[in-house]
């Protein structure tokens, strides 16, 4: 436990010193705060800059506020997490190729504490973000949409968390498999391209850690969905598979490190 203290408070000096804790939940308050802002006066913003010909009147929709927190999620869900898992995805290998990681491997540490701290850091990082970026985004959507049920709308969130948290897991996995490169490469497909790809074709799979994101947005329209439940618990195996697997691979790539 004194291991995993030490190697916690060293993983939050270097994000502190990073301020990875300061632009990474901004990121995520200007991606949750534009989608309501930008909808609501897109009229506006078209009639001014839109150069539109003389008798052209554009017509937009009328969008209730889970329209809009689900736009809020796409952006997460997209820009959000690329940078997001692109910053999880460095967090070993990055160590093992500078040759830092050779001053902690010579010590005799906890792999399990190593692996631990590291996914303890970034899944704060990315709940936090989280949050901060959905509250911005709920402001302004009951300002200028509506209100939502506050319970539904918690649970919304803490949905989606799950779904950060089985994200950093599989990031900082890769991140113990391979170098920084592939780790990357690999994360990019795992994650974010197969949400994409899950949005497009997903109607033929219903449980699936992907689809988590909308399923935690269909709970604020308090629908029955019988995949929810099956899917945040195929999402939490998945996430502790993840970690195990990460754990192993911290120990066995340990001598790969650079001198």
């Known amino acids: 436990m004194k291991t995993f203290t030490v190697l916690l408070q060293k993983e939050f000096r270097e994000s502190w010193r990073s301020f990875k804790f300061l632009w990474m939940p901004l990121l995520f308050i200007f991606l949750g705060i534009s989608d309501p802002l930008i909808n609501y006066y897109m009229e506006d913003i078209l009639n001014a800059v839109g150069n539109l010909p003389d008798g052209v ?41 500078s040759g830092t990681a050779t001053l902690i491997y010579v010590r005799p540490i906890s792999f399990i504490a190593l692996f631990m701290s590291k996914w303890t850091v970034a899944s704060l990082l990315g709940i936090i973000s989280t949050i901060v970026g959905y509250a911005g985004s709920m402001y302004y959507t009951s300002i200028l949409y509506g209100s ?14 799950v779904w950060i948290l089985f994200a950093t897991s599989v990031a ?10 592939l780790a990357t490469t690999f994360t990019i497909i795992t994650l974010p391209i ?51 697997i990460g754990i192993l691979f911290t120990r066995k790539n340990s001598g790969t490190t650079k001198i």
């Open 57 to 97: 009147a554009v017509t937009l929709p009328e969008f209730a506020p889970i329209d809009i927190l689900k736009a809020s999620t796409g952006q997460f869900q997209s820009i959000g997490l690329i940078v997001f898992v692109i910053t999880a995805a460095g967090m070993i290998n990055r160590e093992r190729q």
């Open 194 to 244: 197969a949400t994409m790809i899950g949005s497009l074709i997903g109607k033929y799979w219903s449980i699936s850690p992907w689809k988590l994101a909308d399923y935690s947005v269909q709970l604020i329209a308090e629908t029955e969905n019988i995949y929810y439940l099956k899917t945040l618990l195929l999402t939490i195996i998945l996430t502790v598979l993840a970690i195990i």
């Open 172 to 181: 900082i996995m890769f991140s113990a498999m391979f170098k920084s490169a």
């Open 148 to 161: 939502v049920s506050t319970m539904a709308f918690i649970q919304m969130v803490m949905s989606y968390c």
